[in-house]
């Protein structure tokens, strides 16, 4: 079974671009999540997704922050303008849903660099 | 939201040792944890999920869930380099349990 797949690896901008992600689930995961990891800490939550619907977005910074999920399957996540404090890994999680498992499965990221 | 809490270390064993990594967490209801490894420039990988109460055993690694006092941790038998890595502990929220609150991670440092 293919795991997430994430593009690109890495992103170096300069502060007020803007630059998108690209996250592929693994096959059938109706949830999709997108995670922001800043060194030293652990994910924390940006997005969730079930199905192409928003089911929380709290964490979402939304004057820079974008993301949709078109068709259920794939996602993307768009800063504009990026600054300094946005230079962390963004990780994109999948997991199945209608099961008792909630066990999220994690992609390889995408590391940012705003200079 | 709930909070995991973790030492950061990092925590240094000799090879063949066991590594204990601890984790609490404030919220009672919480049902089930999740251990990730992840290694200095990769992504989080799931290693150990435990739902009930007690330990839970798989090849070196076993967790272990006390809710009566809402600590959590896993133990590494005959530690071995390749297990140095950052140790997260993730508990579910939300409804349907379907977001994970993340700890900070402890780095475990495996020595020769």
């Known amino acids: 079974e293919a795991g997430v797949a994430q593009s690109p690896r890495y992103k170096i901008i300069e502060k007020r671009q803007s630059v998108a992600f690209w996250c592929n689930p693994i096959s059938g995961h109706a949830t999709l999540y997108w995670y922001q990891q800043i060194l030293g800490q652990g994910p924390k939550l940006l997005i969730q997704f079930q199905n192409n619907g928003v089911v929380d977005d709290s964490q979402l910074p939304k004057d820079r922050f974008s993301a949709e999920r078109l068709k259920g399957v794939d996602s993307t996540l768009k800063i504009q303008p990026a600054k300094l404090e946005d230079s962390a890994v963004y990780l994109c999680?999948?997991?199945?849903?209608?099961?008792?498992?909630?066990?999220?499965?994690f992609g390889p990221g995408t590391r940012l660099t705003v200079t | 939201q709930k909070e995991v809490e973790q030492n950061s270390g990092p925590l240094s064993v000799p090879e063949g040792a066991i590594a204990s990594l601890n984790c609490t967490y404030s919220d009672r209801g919480s049902q089930s944890f999740f251990w990730y490894r992840q290694y200095s420039g990769k992504s989080p990988e799931l290693i150990m999920s435990?739902?009930?109460?007690g330990d839970k055993e798989d090849g070196r690694f076993t967790a272990q869930l006390n809710k009566a006092s809402q600590y959590v941790s896993l133990l590494i038998r005959d530690s071995q380099p390749s297990d140095s890595a950052t140790y997260l502990c993730?508990?579910?929220?939300?409804?349907?349990?379907?977001?994970?609150?993340f700890g900070t991670g402890t780095r475990l440092q495996v020595t020769l």
């Open positions: 999680a999948s997991r199945t849903s209608g099961t008792v498992s909630y066990e999220q499965y």
């Open positions: 435990i739902y009930s109460n």
């Open positions: 993730a508990a579910p929220w939300g409804g349907t349990a379907s977001k994970l609150t």
